[in-house]
């Protein structure tokens, strides 16, 4: 029997969450822990910070 388990909510889930990138060599970018949520505009937040009550999960991929 496989158990589900329910990964707690964060803000690098939220398709309100927008990462940050830095330039790191030419044309190549790394991604930051950090970024901002657009809901409601401009609030810098961690992508390990847990899910406010305006969490909205991206939806599944189509197959």
Known sequence: MQEKYEIPK??????????????????????????????PKCRDKRADNPACARFSKWPEPRR
């Open 10 to 39: 964060s803000c690098a889930q939220c398709r309100h969450f927008h990462q940050h990138y830095v330039r790191v060599a030419g044309y190549r970018y790394a991604p930051l822990d950090e970024g901002h949520c657009s809901e």
